[in-house]
Antibody
Framework: EIQLQQSGPELVKPGASVKVSCKASGYSFTDYNMYWVKQSHGKSLEWIGYIDPYNGGTSYNQKFKGKATLTVDKSSSTAFMHLNSLTSEDSAVYYC?????????????WGQGTSVTVSS | DVVMTQTPLSLPVSLGDQASISCRSSQSLVHSNGNTYLHWYLQKPGQSPKLLIYKVSNRFSGVPDRFSGSGSGTDFTLKISRVEAEDLGVYFCSQSTHVPTWTFGGGTKLEIK
């Protein structure tokens, strides 16, 4: 069974940083790109960026360049998203999702989401 | 960036009714390779989005055949032939033709009338 298991909710202070993890199982981790998506206040979805776990190559939404950094640990089949200099605008639920790039280019499996709350 | 516009914002339906959701893109979603990367997702309350339809009209694994997708160019439609209670939630369309920026529609909430 394909699963993406994300880390738990985070409460962080303004100006701090946070690292969200996404552990993949049930498929070959390096065969699919991993995407990250932001959902603010239950509203619509914003693509943050993606990483190719095979070679670590990344692509970012211009809006999130300098805000988000994507990495992977192939040995544990885990993807990470680091968010820095957090403000209230970064309070949201963040999802990881794998994509069948090369065929459908659709995000076919999603993690359960990680809530990040930025508050003093 | 390609803007995805969904209508309606909210769709009240009775169980057993047919439901139809529209998605319009600001640019044609036909890729230079001939494929159209328009997808539909359903987010049930308290859950993450789930893929329903990929590349306009292909149902993802396990998706019931009462869901169907159609359209071309800039205009696309998701139809649910007989709405069941488990279909309630927010539907999103998304494009991945104009990469490297994937974009989503604002969402359509399917709810009971």
């Amino acid at each position: 069974e394909i699963q993406l298991q994300q880390s738990g909710p985070e409460l962080v202070k303004p100006g701090a940083s946070v690292k969200v993890s996404c552990k993949a199982s049930g498929y070959s981790f390096t065969d699919y790109n991993m995407y990250w998506v932001k959902q603010s206040h239950g509203k619509s979805l914003e693509w943050i960026g993606y990483i190719d776990p095979y070679n670590g190559g990344t692509s970012y939404n211009q809006k999130f360049k300098g805000k988000a950094t994507l990495t992977v640990d192939k040995s544990s089949s885990t993807a990470f998203m680091h968010l820095n200099s957090l403000t209230s605008e970064d309070s949201a639920v963040y999802y990881c999702a794998r994509s069948e790039d090369g065929y459908s280019y659709a995000m076919d499996y999603w993690g359960q989401g990680t809530s990040v709350t930025v508050s003093s | 960036d390609v803007v995805m516009t969904q209508t309606p914002l909210s769709l009240p339906v009775s169980l057993g009714d047919q439901a139809s959701i529209s998605c319009r893109s600001s640019q044609s979603l036909v890729h230079s390779n001939g494929n159209t990367y328009l997808h539909w997702y359903l987010q049930k309350p308290g859950q993450s989005p789930k893929l329903l339809i990929y590349k306009v009209s292909n149902r993802f694994s396990g998706v019931p055949d009462r869901f169907s997708g159609s359209g071309s160019g800039t205009d696309f439609t998701l139809k649910i032939s007989r709405v069941e209670a488990e279909d309630l939630g927010v539907y999103f369309c998304s494009q991945s033709t104009h990469v490297p920026t994937w974009t989503f529609g604002g969402g359509t909430k399917l709810e009971i009338k």
